[in-house]
């Protein structure tokens, strides 16, 4: 009897793969747009991000109380585990979300998402350099065809705007600049996220709070010396913000809860088919409620980026078995 339970309980983990890849997939597509149309310029960055940080922690603690995990949590957690797995990079996190939310505010929702997935590749090298996962041959040239895209992007977007040398600049260096770090340091706190996974056994919603906690403290510490902390003294916290403001923040919270749901329930795979979504739904709902089809520069990408991802994870490394 053991084979029916066994495709029962497959079928159930399938569904909710499926379940959590879809709505990763509708939020990573969304949340460029959503978040230009409902935070204005006037809100301070910091601000939207602890926000956010805030919403991830409660969230999670929400989801382990309803699983009955908190009480296990709180039994086997000590201070010394979370600062080793979580402290870095969380850190990391919070300079990249900082520096995706200036670059939400200067690029075209399309744009950004594409430029966005270079995550992949430093991802994709920092995981040969700290845990030695090789990459074949047809995953390396995946990869620069993905890098190829990005440079495709930026060029284009910089000879776009030339007759304003002024608006070239914000776009490149508000928009392009800040997108590329951030996917820089998402490869790196991947990198370490799945150091802590596989060494420190911890669960997705424990990394969340954990990584959510010490991330709030750097970008508090940050505030002291910072053009945003300065803005929150003088304004207060919630300058700028509306009703809508928390629609982004929100989604923004819970997509981070996707994300580790996805990663541990599927690993790299899914997610690369995720990604893939999430393009298409950023290009759909920008021409359904901007009006505006994709620019020639992203009809060129779009494809080059979509070809390499899905080469990417059609060709996986193979560790070869020993002959006894």
């Not at 983990?13 to 935070?39: D, E, T, V």
């Not at 709180?74 to 979370?82: F, R």
Request: net charge positive; proline share 4%; charged share 10%.
């Amino acid at each position: 009897m053991a084979p029916p339970k066994s495709r029962g309980a497959t079928r159930s983990s399938n569904a909710r793969i499926l379940l959590f890849s879809f709505l990763l997939a509708l939020q990573y597509g969304a949340q460029p747009l959503i978040s230009k149309r409902c935070i204005s310029r006037e809100v301070i960055v910091t601000s939207s991000v602890l926000a956010c940080e805030a919403a991830k922690v409660i969230f999670a603690l929400y989801f382990m109380t309803k699983e009955g995990s908190l009480g296990r949590m709180y039994k086997e957690w000590t201070l010394v585990g979370a600062l080793t797995a979580s402290a870095l990079p969380a850190a990391i996190y919070a300079l990249q979300n900082s520096l995706l939310q200036i670059s939400y505010k200067n690029l075209d929702s399309l744009t950004f998402s594409i430029l966005n997935q270079t995550k992949i590749f430093f991802t994709a090298l920092f995981t040969f350099f700290m845990l030695r996962q090789k990459q074949t041959i047809q995953q390396i040239g995946a990869l620069f065809l993905l890098l190829a895209a990005a440079v495709l992007l930026s060029v284009g977007e910089g000879s776009n705007k030339s007759s304003t040398s002024a608006n070239a600049d914000q776009v490149l260096f508000n928009g392009i600049v800040p997108v590329l770090i951030a996917s820089v340091l998402s490869g790196l706190a991947s990198s370490l996220c799945q150091w802590a996974s596989q060494v420190k056994k911890h669960s997705s919603y424990v990394m969340t709070v954990e990584m959510s906690i010490v991330g709030s403290i750097c970008l508090l510490a940050s505030t002291l010396k910072s053009p945003d902390g300065e803005a929150m003294r003088r304004h207060g916290f919630f300058h700028g913000w509306t009703p809508l403001t928390w629609i982004p923040v929100i989604l923004n919270a819970l997509g981070g809860i996707l994300v580790g749901l996805v990663t541990s329930h599927a690993g790299g795979v899914r997610k690369g088919f995720v990604i893939v979504s999430a393009l298409l739904v950023t290009a759909l709902l920008q021409f359904i409620f901007e009006g505006k089809p994709p620019s020639l520069y992203c009809l060129v990408a779009l494809p080059l980026v979509v070809s390499s991802i899905s080469i990417y994870q059609k060709y996986p490394y193979q560790i070869k078995k020993k002959e006894s």
